[in-house]
């Protein structure tokens, strides 16, 4: 199985700051590797997939980037409503599987 | 636009065996695209479980294997997810999807939080 491993584990930034969310895969994915934000009591919500394809909707302050086995996830100046936790998958092969989780507080 | 629904009972008895029904409107599943279950225990991540094509082929979390059938019914549109002799560590919220692509989004239901409990 392919293990994701996503750091750091939690952070805490103020409004405005620059935000990145490491996420490095066992073997390569190609760009098969997608991102998701989780609020508390909510689905998870996509943000990324094709490691850098923006979801319908998502705001431009998102972008994610990386192939093969190192990605990133970027929030260029982070909101309030931005605080959640989030998941990294990877969708390259079977069986599918995901990161353990960043949680993203305020400052 | 594709919506999917997960039904099912919130409370089964450890032992016993976990059924959920997804029903999906806004595409029909027999037309392409993987379909599965991923859940979520209570303040854990997120785990996949098992996914089908509808023309039959399936990929099954090596961890669920040998309790776990996902089975599809093209006619009502449905995804079907049977997990056997559940324990209390089965309790999670399960999400019914439509599996991602590097050319398709896919989609998530709203899930289902489903107790083991006696």
């Known amino acids: 199985d392919i293990v994701l491993t996503q750091s750091p584990a939690n952070l805490a930034e103020s409004p405005g700051d620059r935000v990145t969310l490491s996420c490095r895969t066992s073997?390569?994915?190609?760009?098969?590797l997608a991102w998701y934000q989780q609020k508390p009591g909510q689905a998870p919500r996509l943000l990324i997939y094709?490691?850098?394809t923006g979801a319908t909707g998502i705001p431009a302050r998102f972008s994610g980037s990386g192939s093969g086995t190192e990605f990133t996830l970027t929030i260029i100046s982070l909101q309030s409503e931005d605080v959640g936790v989030y998941y990294c998958?990877?969708?390259?092969?079977?069986?599918?599987?995901f990161g353990g989780g960043t949680k993203v507080e305020l400052k | 636009q594709v919506q999917l629904q997960e039904s099912g009972p919130g409370l089964v008895k450890p032992s016993e065996t976990l059924s959920l029904t997804c029903s999906v409107s806004?595409?029909?599943?027999?037309?392409?695209?993987?379909w599965g279950w991923i859940r979520q225990s209570p303040g854990k991540g997120l785990e996949w479980i098992a996914s089908?094509?509808?023309?039959?082929?399936?990929h099954y979390n090596p961890a669920f294997q040998s309790r776990v059938t996902i089975s599809v019914d093209t006619s009502k549109n449905q995804l079907s997810l049977t997990l056997r002799s559940v324990t209390a560590a089965d309790t999670a919220i399960y999400y019914c999807v439509k599996v991602l692509t590097s050319y398709d989004p896919g989609n998530w239901g709203q899930g289902i939080l489903v107790t083991v409990s006696s």
């Open positions: 089908m094509f509808h023309r039959g082929n399936t």
């Open positions: 806004g595409y029909s599943i027999s037309t392409n695209f993987y």
């Open positions: 073997q390569s994915v190609s760009n098969n």
């Open positions: 998958q990877q969708y390259n092969n079977w069986p599918l599987t």
């Open positions: 094709g490691a850098s």
